[in-house]
């Protein structure tokens, strides 16, 4: 009975041990590339040879005021040789006739989360909320405007 009990708190703290130590080996891999400077671009054609948008929609819903929230949601897939750490995207709201009522600029990809990897695909959604009357009630025209690196 004593043996056994040993047995198990030898067993947990070598568990425990072996956690930290992972917990440490991956974390500081994440501030290794926190700490490297972000590379970042504007320019059109290397975003456009670096990241695509895809299945992009909007759907409608209400916020607990009954007010409508419009949520546009799209796939960011890095097309690129390099994991993504930033990307920004630019949403136009446009009227019936096709002009411009809203431009609307937002990170959808931050570099304090986890970086796309090459050849990555992830879903984000940006929300929105009294958007302008004369607006055509279609999917904005969006495009990627800034990527980081």
Request: no cysteine.
């Amino acid at each position: 009975m004593f043996q056994r009990s040993i047995i198990i708190v030898v067993a947990s703290v070598v568990l425990v041990v072996g956690l930290i130590a992972g917990w440490t080996f991956i974390s500081s891999g994440e501030r290794e590339l926190a700490a490297t400077p972000l590379t970042e671009t504007s320019d059109t054609g290397a975003i456009q040879n670096s990241a695509q948008l895809s299945h992009l929609s909007i759907a409608t819903s209400e916020n607990y005021f009954r007010q409508k929230i419009y949520v546009v949601s799209a796939y960011l897939k890095n097309v690129s040789d390099k994991p993504l750490r930033l990307a920004e995207v630019k949403m136009v709201f446009t009227d019936f006739d096709g002009k411009p009522i809203l431009e609307y600029t937002q990170k959808v990809l931050n570099p304090s989360q986890k970086p796309l990897q090459p050849g990555g695909e992830f879903r984000f959604e940006i929300r929105q909320e009294n958007l302008p009357r004369g607006w055509n009630y279609r999917v904005p025209i969006t495009e990627v405007t800034r990527l980081g690196y």
